[in-house]
Protein backbone atom coordinates (compact mmCIF):
# COMPACT_ATOMS: atom_id res chain seq x y z
CA UNK A 1 0.00 0.00 0.00
CA UNK A 2 1.16 3.53 -0.80
CA UNK A 3 2.07 5.60 1.69
CA UNK A 4 3.49 8.96 2.42
CA UNK A 5 6.37 10.54 3.87
CA UNK A 6 8.14 13.74 4.65
CA UNK A 7 11.67 14.90 5.21
CA UNK A 8 12.98 18.15 6.81
CA UNK A 9 16.14 18.55 6.57
CA UNK A 10 18.42 21.04 8.27
CA UNK A 11 21.99 21.51 8.53
CA UNK A 12 25.21 20.40 6.02
CA UNK A 13 24.96 18.57 2.43
CA UNK A 14 25.49 15.17 4.23
CA UNK A 15 22.29 16.01 5.95
CA UNK A 16 20.66 16.04 2.54
CA UNK A 17 21.96 12.97 1.02
CA UNK A 18 21.31 11.22 4.21
CA UNK A 19 17.87 12.32 3.68
CA UNK A 20 18.04 11.44 0.45
CA UNK A 21 19.17 7.69 1.57
CA UNK A 22 16.35 7.44 4.02
CA UNK A 23 13.72 7.89 1.00
CA UNK A 24 15.58 5.36 -0.53
CA UNK A 25 15.62 2.85 2.76
CA UNK A 26 11.82 3.44 2.79
CA UNK A 27 10.79 2.89 -0.67
CA UNK A 28 10.16 -0.20 -0.69
CA UNK A 29 7.92 -0.46 2.45
CA UNK A 30 5.33 1.45 0.32
CA UNK A 31 6.51 5.26 1.02
CA UNK A 32 6.42 8.07 -1.28
CA UNK A 33 7.72 11.50 -0.38
CA UNK A 34 5.45 14.56 0.11
CA UNK A 35 6.30 17.95 0.19
CA UNK A 36 4.35 19.01 2.79
CA UNK A 37 4.26 17.40 6.28
CA UNK A 38 0.47 17.73 6.84
CA UNK A 39 -0.15 15.30 4.20
CA UNK A 40 2.30 12.90 4.78
CA UNK A 41 2.21 9.29 7.27
CA UNK A 42 5.83 9.31 8.40
CA UNK A 43 7.66 12.61 9.15
CA UNK A 44 11.28 12.63 9.48
CA UNK A 45 13.28 16.07 10.84
CA UNK A 46 16.59 15.14 9.91
CA UNK A 47 18.47 18.06 12.25
CA UNK A 48 21.64 19.78 12.50
CA UNK A 49 23.85 20.25 16.30
CA UNK A 50 26.61 22.37 14.85
CA UNK A 51 25.32 25.87 16.88
CA UNK A 52 23.16 26.76 19.28
CA UNK A 53 19.35 27.20 19.07
CA UNK A 54 19.20 23.78 17.05
CA UNK A 55 17.44 22.15 19.82
CA UNK A 56 14.88 24.83 20.48
CA UNK A 57 14.19 25.30 17.31
CA UNK A 58 13.31 21.19 16.67
CA UNK A 59 11.17 21.28 19.88
CA UNK A 60 9.09 24.50 18.05
CA UNK A 61 8.77 22.09 15.14
CA UNK A 62 7.89 18.80 17.40
CA UNK A 63 5.50 21.52 19.50
CA UNK A 64 3.50 22.74 16.13
CA UNK A 65 3.48 18.60 14.27
CA UNK A 66 2.26 17.31 17.72
CA UNK A 67 -1.14 19.45 16.51
CA UNK A 68 -0.85 17.68 13.39
CA UNK A 69 -0.29 14.44 14.54
CA UNK A 70 -3.17 14.74 16.55
CA UNK A 71 -5.71 15.73 13.91
CA UNK A 72 -4.50 13.52 11.61
CA UNK A 73 -5.71 10.81 14.60
CA UNK A 74 -8.57 12.41 15.21
CA UNK A 75 -9.39 11.80 11.73
CA UNK A 76 -8.39 7.94 11.97
CA UNK A 77 -5.05 8.54 10.20
CA UNK A 78 -1.58 8.27 12.18
CA UNK A 79 1.40 10.05 11.61
CA UNK A 80 4.74 8.44 12.66
CA UNK A 81 7.09 11.10 13.88
CA UNK A 82 10.69 10.47 13.81
CA UNK A 83 14.10 12.91 14.78
CA UNK A 84 17.16 11.83 12.68
CA UNK A 85 20.26 13.15 12.43
CA UNK A 86 23.11 15.30 14.70
CA UNK A 87 20.69 16.73 17.36
CA UNK A 88 19.13 13.50 17.56
CA UNK A 89 22.50 11.47 17.81
CA UNK A 90 23.28 14.17 20.81
CA UNK A 91 19.91 14.52 22.78
CA UNK A 92 18.41 11.21 22.00
CA UNK A 93 16.95 11.10 25.68
CA UNK A 94 16.29 14.41 26.30
CA UNK A 95 14.03 14.33 22.94
CA UNK A 96 12.39 11.34 24.05
CA UNK A 97 12.06 12.80 27.76
CA UNK A 98 10.92 15.97 26.33
CA UNK A 99 8.47 15.02 23.30
CA UNK A 100 6.85 11.75 23.97
CA UNK A 101 4.67 11.85 20.81
CA UNK A 102 7.87 11.27 19.19
CA UNK A 103 7.74 7.97 17.75
CA UNK A 104 11.39 7.40 16.87
CA UNK A 105 15.09 8.50 17.32
CA UNK A 106 17.81 7.73 15.55
CA UNK A 107 21.16 8.96 14.75
CA UNK A 108 23.19 9.56 11.59
CA UNK A 109 24.97 5.66 11.79
CA UNK A 110 21.52 3.53 12.03
CA UNK A 111 18.99 4.49 9.64
CA UNK A 112 19.66 1.48 7.37
CA UNK A 113 17.54 -0.05 10.33
CA UNK A 114 14.43 2.27 9.50
CA UNK A 115 12.42 -0.40 7.99
CA UNK A 116 12.76 -2.54 11.50
CA UNK A 117 12.35 0.75 13.33
CA UNK A 118 9.32 1.47 11.49
CA UNK A 119 7.49 -1.82 12.17
CA UNK A 120 8.08 -1.83 15.44
CA UNK A 121 6.34 1.71 15.90
CA UNK A 122 3.58 0.42 13.43
CA UNK A 123 3.36 -1.99 15.61
CA UNK A 124 2.92 0.10 18.72
CA UNK A 125 0.24 2.13 17.41
CA UNK A 126 -1.05 2.89 20.41
CA UNK A 127 1.73 3.84 21.96
CA UNK A 128 1.83 1.50 25.12
CA UNK A 129 5.35 1.67 25.28
CA UNK A 130 7.64 4.07 24.87
CA UNK A 131 9.42 5.39 21.27
CA UNK A 132 11.83 3.63 19.90
CA UNK A 133 15.54 5.46 20.56
CA UNK A 134 18.43 4.19 18.18
CA UNK A 135 21.73 6.22 18.45
CA UNK A 136 24.42 3.49 18.01
CA UNK A 137 27.95 3.66 16.30
CA UNK A 138 27.24 0.13 14.90
CA UNK A 139 30.72 -1.63 14.25
CA UNK A 140 29.42 -2.13 10.79
CA UNK A 141 29.13 0.76 8.54
CA UNK A 142 25.44 1.72 7.53
CA UNK A 143 26.72 1.79 3.48
CA UNK A 144 26.93 -1.87 3.96
CA UNK A 145 23.40 -2.43 4.12
CA UNK A 146 21.98 0.45 2.26
CA UNK A 147 19.87 -0.12 -0.89
CA UNK A 148 20.90 1.11 -4.53
CA UNK A 149 20.34 4.81 -4.27
CA UNK A 150 17.15 5.12 -6.24
CA UNK A 151 14.98 7.92 -7.57
CA UNK A 152 16.23 10.99 -10.00
CA UNK A 153 19.45 12.45 -8.62
CA UNK A 154 18.89 15.93 -10.69
CA UNK A 155 21.92 17.76 -12.83
CA UNK A 156 24.00 17.83 -9.78
CA UNK A 157 24.36 15.41 -6.70
CA UNK A 158 25.89 14.50 -3.86
CA UNK A 159 27.89 10.94 -2.80
CA UNK A 160 28.91 10.82 0.49
CA UNK A 161 32.46 8.88 0.22
CA UNK A 162 33.47 9.96 3.90
CA UNK A 163 32.72 10.11 7.09
CA UNK A 164 32.78 11.42 10.56
CA UNK A 165 35.97 13.24 11.71
CA UNK A 166 38.73 12.43 14.26
CA UNK A 167 40.37 15.91 14.33
CA UNK A 168 38.24 17.11 17.64
CA UNK A 169 38.41 21.18 16.97
CA UNK A 170 37.35 22.08 20.33
CA UNK A 171 34.47 23.84 19.23
CA UNK A 172 32.86 21.29 17.02
CA UNK A 173 30.15 18.34 17.95
CA UNK A 174 30.65 16.82 14.52
CA UNK A 175 33.48 14.17 16.11
CA UNK A 176 30.63 13.27 18.45
CA UNK A 177 27.33 13.33 16.74
CA UNK A 178 29.04 11.61 13.45
CA UNK A 179 31.61 9.21 15.30
CA UNK A 180 34.99 8.33 13.87
CA UNK A 181 36.45 8.85 10.55
CA UNK A 182 35.51 6.51 8.00
CA UNK A 183 35.73 6.17 4.27
CA UNK A 184 34.03 4.16 1.67
CA UNK A 185 35.60 1.81 -0.53
CA UNK A 186 36.55 2.82 -4.16
CA UNK A 187 34.53 0.19 -5.79
CA UNK A 188 31.07 1.20 -4.02
CA UNK A 189 31.94 4.87 -4.79
CA UNK A 190 32.40 4.53 -8.69
CA UNK A 191 29.87 2.11 -8.14
CA UNK A 192 27.11 4.86 -6.98
CA UNK A 193 28.83 6.90 -9.35
CA UNK A 194 27.81 5.28 -12.29
CA UNK A 195 24.03 4.80 -10.91
CA UNK A 196 23.77 8.55 -10.56
CA UNK A 197 25.31 9.62 -13.72
CA UNK A 198 22.90 6.84 -15.80
CA UNK A 199 20.14 8.93 -13.80
CA UNK A 200 21.17 12.17 -15.10
CA UNK A 201 23.88 13.96 -13.40
CA UNK A 202 26.10 15.64 -14.88
CA UNK A 203 27.93 16.88 -11.51
CA UNK A 204 28.67 15.20 -8.68
CA UNK A 205 29.88 16.38 -5.07
CA UNK A 206 31.98 14.06 -3.08
CA UNK A 207 31.23 14.65 0.48
CA UNK A 208 32.46 13.84 4.21
CA UNK A 209 33.08 15.94 6.73
CA UNK A 210 36.88 15.87 6.16
CA UNK A 211 36.65 14.47 2.37
CA UNK A 212 40.14 14.98 2.11
CA UNK A 213 41.53 12.89 4.77
CA UNK A 214 39.80 10.14 2.27
CA UNK A 215 41.77 6.84 2.23
CA UNK A 216 39.84 4.07 1.10
CA UNK A 217 40.50 0.65 0.05
CA UNK A 218 40.86 0.21 -3.66
CA UNK A 219 40.56 -2.81 -6.10
CA UNK A 220 44.46 -2.70 -6.23
CA UNK A 221 45.16 -3.54 -2.79
CA UNK A 222 45.79 0.29 -1.78
CA UNK A 223 44.36 2.23 -0.13
CA UNK A 224 43.82 5.62 -2.41
CA UNK A 225 43.55 8.95 -1.40
CA UNK A 226 40.80 11.69 -2.51
CA UNK A 227 43.22 12.83 -5.53
CA UNK A 228 43.62 9.12 -7.09
CA UNK A 229 39.53 8.62 -6.86
CA UNK A 230 38.82 12.09 -8.29
CA UNK A 231 41.09 11.04 -11.25
CA UNK A 232 39.30 7.69 -11.14
CA UNK A 233 35.41 9.10 -11.61
CA UNK A 234 36.44 11.58 -14.08
CA UNK A 235 36.87 8.08 -16.24
CA UNK A 236 33.34 8.14 -16.43
CA UNK A 237 31.90 8.96 -19.25
CA UNK A 238 28.89 11.50 -18.85
CA UNK A 239 29.98 12.98 -15.56
CA UNK A 240 31.40 16.28 -16.64
CA UNK A 241 31.82 18.37 -13.32
CA UNK A 242 33.31 16.63 -9.55
CA UNK A 243 33.58 18.98 -6.97
CA UNK A 244 34.42 18.10 -2.82
CA UNK A 245 33.24 19.22 0.29
CA UNK A 246 34.04 20.19 3.22
CA UNK A 247 38.33 19.64 2.68
CA UNK A 248 40.68 20.38 6.08
CA UNK A 249 44.11 22.07 4.79
CA UNK A 250 46.21 19.60 6.75
CA UNK A 251 45.32 17.18 4.63
CA UNK A 252 45.44 18.74 1.00
CA UNK A 253 48.14 16.86 -0.26
CA UNK A 254 50.36 17.02 -3.32
CA UNK A 255 48.74 14.43 -5.74
CA UNK A 256 44.73 16.32 -4.94
CA UNK A 257 46.69 19.83 -5.51
CA UNK A 258 48.13 18.46 -8.75
CA UNK A 259 44.49 16.69 -9.63
CA UNK A 260 43.05 20.41 -9.64
CA UNK A 261 45.81 21.55 -12.12
CA UNK A 262 45.26 18.57 -14.59
CA UNK A 263 41.65 16.92 -14.31
CA UNK A 264 39.85 18.80 -16.24
CA UNK A 265 36.47 17.62 -14.73
CA UNK A 266 37.89 18.44 -11.11
CA UNK A 267 35.96 22.09 -10.87
CA UNK A 268 38.38 25.18 -10.34
CA UNK A 269 36.48 25.77 -6.77
CA UNK A 270 37.09 24.81 -3.09
CA UNK A 271 35.74 24.95 -0.26
CA UNK A 272 38.84 25.32 2.18
CA UNK A 273 37.73 26.53 6.13
CA UNK A 274 40.74 28.73 7.84
CA UNK A 275 38.13 29.79 10.80
CA UNK A 276 40.82 32.10 11.82
CA UNK A 277 43.95 34.33 10.85
CA UNK A 278 46.18 34.13 14.10
CA UNK A 279 47.82 31.18 15.36
CA UNK A 280 46.72 31.59 19.33
CA UNK A 281 43.34 31.04 17.65
CA UNK A 282 44.04 28.23 16.13
CA UNK A 283 45.69 26.47 18.92
CA UNK A 284 43.52 27.10 20.66
CA UNK A 285 41.15 25.52 18.33
CA UNK A 286 43.03 22.73 18.04
CA UNK A 287 42.70 23.13 14.46
CA UNK A 288 46.19 21.56 14.07
CA UNK A 289 47.54 24.17 11.02
CA UNK A 290 49.09 27.76 11.22
CA UNK A 291 48.32 30.62 9.20
CA UNK A 292 51.21 29.91 7.18
CA UNK A 293 50.49 26.57 6.46
CA UNK A 294 47.17 28.02 5.01
CA UNK A 295 48.95 30.17 2.65
CA UNK A 296 51.24 27.99 2.05
CA UNK A 297 48.25 25.57 0.57
CA UNK A 298 46.87 28.69 -1.20
CA UNK A 299 50.13 29.50 -3.00
CA UNK A 300 50.01 25.56 -4.36
CA UNK A 301 46.72 25.57 -5.19
CA UNK A 302 46.81 28.63 -7.22
CA UNK A 303 49.90 27.47 -8.69
CA UNK A 304 48.91 24.58 -10.09
CA UNK A 305 44.96 26.15 -10.53
CA UNK A 306 45.82 30.13 -11.30
CA UNK A 307 42.30 30.29 -11.81
CA UNK A 308 40.85 28.99 -8.71
CA UNK A 309 38.10 30.25 -6.48
CA UNK A 310 38.77 29.82 -2.51
CA UNK A 311 35.39 29.61 -0.65
CA UNK A 312 36.33 29.49 3.68
CA UNK A 313 34.73 29.52 7.45
CA UNK A 314 35.70 31.81 9.56
CA UNK A 315 34.35 31.65 13.63
CA UNK A 316 34.35 35.25 15.56
CA UNK A 317 34.56 35.62 19.00
CA UNK A 318 36.29 32.15 20.09
CA UNK A 319 36.73 32.30 23.80
CA UNK A 320 39.71 34.66 24.31
CA UNK A 321 40.19 36.06 20.53
CA UNK A 322 41.49 39.72 21.17
CA UNK A 323 41.16 42.62 19.22
CA UNK A 324 44.42 41.57 17.23
CA UNK A 325 43.50 38.27 16.89
CA UNK A 326 40.84 39.46 14.79
CA UNK A 327 42.65 41.67 13.01
CA UNK A 328 45.04 39.21 12.09
CA UNK A 329 41.77 37.06 10.65
CA UNK A 330 40.83 40.18 8.88
CA UNK A 331 44.84 40.98 6.86
CA UNK A 332 44.19 37.04 6.10
CA UNK A 333 41.00 37.69 4.20
CA UNK A 334 42.64 40.33 2.45
CA UNK A 335 45.89 38.56 1.52
CA UNK A 336 44.11 35.44 0.47
CA UNK A 337 40.79 37.09 -1.35
CA UNK A 338 37.80 34.71 -1.30
CA UNK A 339 35.51 34.16 -4.09
CA UNK A 340 33.11 34.02 -0.88
CA UNK A 341 32.61 32.01 2.80
CA UNK A 342 30.64 31.49 5.42
CA UNK A 343 31.36 33.38 8.75
CA UNK A 344 29.96 32.66 11.81
CA UNK A 345 30.21 34.23 15.36
CA UNK A 346 31.37 31.31 17.84
CA UNK A 347 28.69 29.45 19.50
CA UNK A 348 29.32 27.32 22.77
CA UNK A 349 28.43 23.88 22.06
CA UNK A 350 27.74 21.09 25.20
CA UNK A 351 29.97 18.83 25.45
CA UNK A 352 32.93 20.59 23.65
CA UNK A 353 36.12 21.06 25.00
CA UNK A 354 36.03 24.97 24.14
CA UNK A 355 32.55 25.30 26.03
CA UNK A 356 34.38 25.29 29.19
CA UNK A 357 37.03 27.89 27.99
CA UNK A 358 36.85 31.07 30.25
CA UNK A 359 37.49 34.67 28.63
CA UNK A 360 34.12 34.46 26.50
CA UNK A 361 33.89 37.22 23.93
CA UNK A 362 30.68 39.04 24.74
CA UNK A 363 27.70 38.63 22.51
CA UNK A 364 28.18 42.26 21.15
CA UNK A 365 31.53 42.61 20.71
CA UNK A 366 31.60 38.73 18.63
CA UNK A 367 28.85 40.78 16.70
CA UNK A 368 30.72 43.82 15.79
CA UNK A 369 33.43 41.58 14.80
CA UNK A 370 31.27 39.48 12.28
CA UNK A 371 29.46 41.85 11.11
CA UNK A 372 32.70 43.60 10.01
CA UNK A 373 34.14 40.66 8.45
CA UNK A 374 31.09 39.79 6.73
CA UNK A 375 31.39 43.17 4.90
CA UNK A 376 34.74 42.25 4.01
CA UNK A 377 33.50 38.82 2.67
CA UNK A 378 30.75 40.73 0.88
CA UNK A 379 33.00 42.99 -1.08
CA UNK A 380 35.43 40.25 -2.07
CA UNK A 381 32.62 38.29 -3.46
CA UNK A 382 30.76 41.28 -5.15
CA UNK A 383 34.69 42.12 -6.70
CA UNK A 384 34.44 38.34 -7.38
CA UNK A 385 31.37 38.32 -9.32
CA UNK A 386 32.12 41.63 -11.05
CA UNK A 387 34.78 40.28 -12.65
CA UNK A 388 32.47 38.00 -14.30
CA UNK A 389 30.15 40.41 -15.78
CA UNK A 390 30.74 40.51 -19.51
CA UNK A 391 32.44 36.97 -19.74
CA UNK A 392 31.07 33.74 -21.09
CA UNK A 393 31.19 31.31 -18.66
CA UNK A 394 29.61 27.56 -19.20
CA UNK A 395 26.86 26.73 -17.01
CA UNK A 396 25.30 23.61 -15.57
CA UNK A 397 21.54 24.36 -15.46
CA UNK A 398 19.67 22.87 -12.01
CA UNK A 399 16.57 24.05 -11.61
CA UNK A 400 13.80 26.55 -12.34
CA UNK A 401 14.29 29.79 -10.90
CA UNK A 402 11.63 31.54 -8.99
CA UNK A 403 10.99 33.41 -12.06
CA UNK A 404 8.76 31.10 -14.52
CA UNK A 405 10.81 32.29 -17.55
CA UNK A 406 14.07 31.37 -15.58
CA UNK A 407 16.25 28.59 -14.49
CA UNK A 408 19.45 28.20 -12.71
CA UNK A 409 22.63 26.96 -12.38
CA UNK A 410 26.39 26.76 -11.67
CA UNK A 411 28.97 28.63 -13.39
CA UNK A 412 32.88 26.61 -12.95
CA UNK A 413 33.45 28.77 -9.84
CA UNK A 414 30.22 27.70 -8.28
CA UNK A 415 28.40 31.23 -8.80
CA UNK A 416 24.86 30.84 -9.05
CA UNK A 417 23.43 32.16 -12.62
CA UNK A 418 20.06 32.89 -13.31
CA UNK A 419 19.13 33.06 -16.93
CA UNK A 420 16.14 33.24 -18.91
CA UNK A 421 16.01 30.12 -20.69
CA UNK A 422 13.37 26.83 -21.42
CA UNK A 423 13.11 24.48 -18.64
CA UNK A 424 14.17 22.01 -21.50
CA UNK A 425 17.83 23.02 -21.23
CA UNK A 426 17.72 22.32 -17.30
CA UNK A 427 20.46 18.81 -17.18
CA UNK A 428 22.87 20.88 -19.93
CA UNK A 429 25.73 22.66 -19.46
CA UNK A 430 25.07 25.63 -22.04
CA UNK A 431 27.43 28.63 -22.65
CA UNK A 432 26.20 32.13 -21.08
CA UNK A 433 27.21 35.74 -21.23
CA UNK A 434 27.25 37.00 -17.82
CA UNK A 435 25.43 40.81 -18.18
CA UNK A 436 25.52 41.35 -14.24
CA UNK A 437 25.03 40.21 -10.85
CA UNK A 438 23.10 40.12 -7.84
CA UNK A 439 24.22 39.81 -3.63
CA UNK A 440 25.23 36.40 -4.31
CA UNK A 441 24.78 35.29 -8.07
CA UNK A 442 25.19 36.13 -11.88
CA UNK A 443 22.63 37.08 -14.52
CA UNK A 444 23.23 35.70 -17.78
CA UNK A 445 21.94 35.18 -21.22
CA UNK A 446 22.39 31.97 -22.99
CA UNK A 447 25.48 33.02 -25.24
CA UNK A 448 24.16 31.58 -28.36
CA UNK A 449 20.83 33.04 -27.98
CA UNK A 450 19.93 36.44 -29.21
CA UNK A 451 21.66 39.07 -26.80
CA UNK A 452 19.57 41.81 -28.46
CA UNK A 453 16.54 41.72 -25.66
CA UNK A 454 18.66 40.74 -22.66
CA UNK A 455 16.19 39.96 -19.67
CA UNK A 456 16.07 42.99 -17.27
CA UNK A 457 18.29 42.41 -14.50
CA UNK A 458 14.69 43.36 -11.92
CA UNK A 459 13.24 41.24 -13.44
CA UNK A 460 15.50 38.41 -13.94
CA UNK A 461 16.09 38.07 -9.93
CA UNK A 462 12.49 38.80 -8.70
N1 LIG B 1 33.79 19.45 8.61
C1 LIG B 1 33.79 20.74 8.19
C2 LIG B 1 32.61 21.54 8.62
C3 LIG B 1 32.25 21.58 10.01
S1 LIG B 1 30.86 22.50 10.42
C4 LIG B 1 35.09 21.39 8.53
O1 LIG B 1 35.91 20.84 9.21
O2 LIG B 1 35.30 22.49 8.08
C5 LIG B 1 30.88 23.89 9.36
C6 LIG B 1 31.39 25.14 9.98
O3 LIG B 1 30.59 25.51 11.08
C7 LIG B 1 32.78 25.05 10.53
O4 LIG B 1 33.77 25.14 9.56
C8 LIG B 1 32.81 26.21 11.49
O5 LIG B 1 33.21 27.40 10.85
C9 LIG B 1 31.36 26.34 11.93
N2 LIG B 1 31.19 25.91 13.31
C10 LIG B 1 31.37 24.66 13.80
N3 LIG B 1 31.18 24.65 15.14
C11 LIG B 1 30.89 25.94 15.49
C12 LIG B 1 30.62 26.58 16.72
N4 LIG B 1 30.63 25.90 17.87
N5 LIG B 1 30.36 27.91 16.71
C13 LIG B 1 30.35 28.59 15.55
N6 LIG B 1 30.61 28.04 14.35
C14 LIG B 1 30.88 26.72 14.32
FE1 LIG C 1 34.58 19.75 13.21
FE2 LIG C 1 37.16 20.28 13.05
FE3 LIG C 1 36.26 17.89 12.37
FE4 LIG C 1 35.71 19.99 10.83
S1 LIG C 1 37.77 19.14 11.25
S2 LIG C 1 34.30 18.39 11.47
S3 LIG C 1 35.48 21.62 12.32
S4 LIG C 1 36.22 18.73 14.41
FE1 LIG D 1 25.11 19.80 11.33
FE2 LIG D 1 25.71 17.31 11.78
FE3 LIG D 1 26.16 18.38 9.40
S1 LIG D 1 25.90 18.94 13.22
S2 LIG D 1 26.64 20.48 9.92
S3 LIG D 1 24.20 18.05 10.32
S4 LIG D 1 27.45 16.91 10.45
Not at 48 to 58: G, P
Not at 427 to 433: E, F, I, K, L
Request: proline share 6%; charged share 25%; with cysteine.
Amino acid sequence: MSKTLHIKTYGCQMNAYDSARMTDVLAPLGYQAVDRADDADMVILNTCHIREKATEKLFSDLGRLRLVQEARLASGRRMILAVAGCVAQAEGVEIMRRAPHVDIVFGPQTYHRLPEMVARAGRNADRRSAGILDTDFPVEPKFDHLPANGGEPGPSAFLTIQEGCDKFCTFCVVPYTRGAEYSRPVADIIAEARRLVAGGAREITLLGQNVNAYHGAAPDGRDWRLGRLIRALAELAGLDRIRYTTSHPRDMDEELIRVHGEVDACMPYLHLPVQSGSDRVLEAMNRKHRVDDYRRVVERLRAARPDIALSSDFIVGFPGETKADFEATLRLVREVGFAQAYSFRYSARPGTPAALLGNRIPKSEAGQRLAALQDLLQQQQDSFNDATVHQVVPVLFERRGRHPSQIVGRSPHFQPVHVAADTAQIGTVADVRIVGRTKHGLIGALADASCDAPVPVREAIA
